[in-house]
């Protein structure tokens, strides 16, 4: 009986270290940058006590440039299945603590192993990212990780709902999944997307350009239209997330989720009578419109600040 009361004990003092990350004083630091962990980002998304981790001791196997001698329990991604307001989804979160968040060949397979369960389920795949990029003492293996993932990404565009969170400077393969996901949300002021970053600019072109301009939130919301949703807090974004997934259903064979509508059933709205100005040069407001036909008056609207001539969106 001992031997196996000193076994539970082991194994809750690994969890203990596992959850730690990379550390102490790398959460400090993660936390000092106005940035949560990737943890405390799952707790803030998913309902209390649903969260399931796989995979929570893998170690990546690499032995070169000195990687031998740096070992964190879970590799630098906390990945599993939860429940959001009730329904089933899958969830994984990159660790800046661990390696700058980069990608790892085991890493990878943590990655799509939730991507499958998620397809295989026909529910949706949220990621937050928070990653330098593939891990480079790796080479090879990092980018072939990254081949899976996208691999992945394709497999399940039209199937189930994939989801992307900008939560750090994620540069090259760590942007390169989010950008073949269904939604993008970028956190302003801390989270970049670009192939590679300011320093590599400079050097190959001369230009000498700073993070936020070359793919800061500002840019992606505005410019390219890669982002569709920019939120000022680590909170909004993930509020956001939660609206996103009550207007979509979990997969390309299930239903949007109801919202019960406290709407009058013979609500008429008279405004619509006078929106439209007798003077065809004059502008309306088609927000005004849009919250006159639609239960509640809500509307979540996608990609607000860019092409700002169209207005898309989802509502009830």
């Known amino acids: 009986m001992s031997k196996q009361v000193e076994k539970i004990k082991e194994l809750v003092a690994k969890r203990e270290q ?23 980002r799952i ?12 995979d929570m001791f893998k170690k990546h196997r690499c032995t070169n440039f000195g990687m031998d001698k740096k070992h964190y329990y879970g590799d630098g991604v906390v990945a599993g299945s939860a429940t959001v307001d009730g329904r089933l989804v899958y969830v994984y979160a990159q660790d800046f603590t661990v390696n700058g968040g980069s990608l790892s060949e085991t890493m990878a397979q943590k990655i799509c192993k939730v991507m499958d369960m998620a ?10 990212n928070d990653s330098g990029g593939a891990r480079i ?7 072939a990780g990254y081949g899976e993932i996208f691999e992945r990404n394709i497999l399940a565009s039209g199937v189930v709902p994939q989801i992307s969170a900008i939560m750090g400077p994620c540069a090259g393969g760590a942007v390169y999944s989010p950008a073949l996901t269904d ?18 600019v400079k050097t190959v072109t001369g230009e ?8 800061g939130a500002s840019v992606h919301a505005t410019k390219s239209g890669v982002t569709h949703f920019a939120a000022k807090t680590e909170e909004e974004a993930i509020e956001m997330i939660k609206s996103l997934l009550s207007f979509i259903p979990s997969n390309n064979t299930e239903e949007a989720p109801r919202v019960e509508c406290n709407d009058p059933i013979n609500r ?6 006078e929106i439209i100005p007798d003077d065809p040069n004059k502008a309306y407001d088609m927000y005004k419109v849009i919250g006159a036909v639609t239960d509640n008056g809500e509307f979540f609207e996608v ?14």
């Open 18 to 40: 596992a959850r730690l990350g990379g550390g102490e004083k790398a959460i400090e630091k993660q936390h000092a940058r106005g940035k949560y962990t990737a943890r405390e």
């Open 43 to 54: 707790e803030m998304l998913v309902d209390e006590g649903s969260f399931e981790e796989y």
């Open 119 to 128: 397809m295989t389920m026909g529910a949706p795949v949220i990621c937050m």
């Open 137 to 143: 003492q790796e080479g090879i293996c990092a980018l």
């Open 183 to 200: 939604f993008i949300i970028m956190k302003e002021q801390t989270s970049y997307m670009f192939l590679t970053g300011p320093k590599v």
């Open 208 to 215: 000498d350009i700073d993070a936020e301009h070359l793919g």
């Open 268 to 273: 008429m709205e008279d405004s619509l009578n």
């Open 303 to 316: 990609q607000p600040k860019f092409a700002k001539n169209i207005i898309i969106g989802f509502a009830r």
